[in-house]
């Protein structure tokens, strides 16, 4: 899908053909490097991530999943696992009134940059198609949930009150208009994205192993020969502490499964504007003829199986909101596993103990919304000049 191989010798690999390894595709060819990268499927592939959610992007959201208040988002599937229980437990400590703010505090901020981003790369040509960004509608069943929201409102989202006649085929108490939020249609945008970088692809291919001096990577180990890139990015999703641990590094990252259906749009009372379910923490997304509904985290491992009840689950939710869901058949089941981290927030650094290694993974059920900053970060570090947002909160190692 993109130009010919030029060598195995470029400045920069990056590991992972996700939104997070594109962007930062994207932005080291910004600032001159030569790229390759290397996906473990197909750009778009549905075993992707990125490949079948709803896209959402903008200021919404920027929330960690650990509160201080409420109950915890997210089913647990218990198994064995020293790794996950490790993981459970600094996502119990994060859940501090103190840890819960600043975290809101940095994905906002990730978040705001990521559309300003996104608002300039998809401003025309082919990607303008895949990319929406004329508002989100935050869903409100009940009252006491609508009258809440309306006393919460977080700092630094604009929100603006919408009246019955705005919102046709919601049944709902109440809802808001953020106006900085959007979607972006995937697959498409990932593949449309991936065919305007000039960088050398290696797709279908594994990375096995490295090979390293005193600190930096020398070679990389793939089932389709060694690579010597200069510098090395890990942005392979929830894959990355996997291939992080072939470095000796453990990285705190748990893949949440996550589901989406699509369904064919119905005639009437569609859904026009992306649609946060709030209490039910599901999203809707209007793509033309069709209509995707996602929703559930289950903390399972890499179980690939699917859950007919949750699925149908999510259907029944889905209608309590929008009552033209109810009876449409779906065309298409989707599930993925977000790489999250204890406290929400991305990694993006350098790991301890490497000279030439970045690290950029764990946007979690925002990822599509932290993505093209990540992107820019993990540009700026590997280039050698100082990233312009502190990276201290989102540094590898962090306790």
Known sequence: MGPEERGPAPDVLVVGGGI??????????????????????????????????????G??????????????????????????????????RAGTAEAYARGCAVLLELKRRSLAILRAVCASGPLADTFSDTGMVLAYRTAEAY???????????????????????????????????????????????????????????????????DGRVTAVRTSRGDLRPGEVVIAAGSWSAACAALLGV???????????VTVKAPPDDSPQWPVVLSED??????????????????????????SAPRLDALRRAAAAYVPALADVEPIEIWHGFRPTTPDSI??????????????????????MGLAPAMGALAAQLVSGGRPDLDLAPLRVGRS
């Open 346 to 367: 991305p990694y993006v650094g350098r790991p301890p103990g490497y000279h030439n290694v970045s690290i950029a993974c764990g946007g979690g059920h925002i990822g």
């Open 250 to 260: 453990r990285l705190p990252l748990v893949p949440l499964k996550g589901y989406a």
């Open 147 to 213: 009258g809440a929201a309306l006393r919460t409102r977080p700092a630094g989202v604009p929100l603006r009150v919408l009246e019955p006649a705005e919102i046709p085929g919601l049944s709902v108490a109440g809802a808001l208009l953020n106006p900085d939020g959007g979607y972006l249609r995937v697959p498409e945008f990932l593949r449309a994205f991936a065919a305007t970088l000039d960088i050398e692809w290696h797709e279908g291919v594994t990375v096995d192993g490295f090979s390293t001096v």
């Open 59 to 92: 200021t919404q959201g920027a929330a960690p999943l650990a509160s201080p208040s409420g109950p915890r988002p997210f089913s647990v599937r218990p198994r064995l696992d020293p790794d996950l229980w490790r993981w459970y437990r600094r996502y119990r």
């Open 20 to 57: 997070v390894g594109l962007f930062c595709a994207y932005h080291l060819r910004a600032a001159g490097h030569t790229v390759a990268l290397v996906e473990r499927h197909a750009v778009g592939d549905a075993r992707s991530c990125s490949s079948g959610n709803t896209g959402f992007v």
């Open 281 to 306: 923490r599901m999203a809707v997304a209007p793509l033309g003829d069709r209509v995707r509904i996602a929703g559930s985290l289950e903390l399972a491992g890499f179980d690939g199986r699917i």
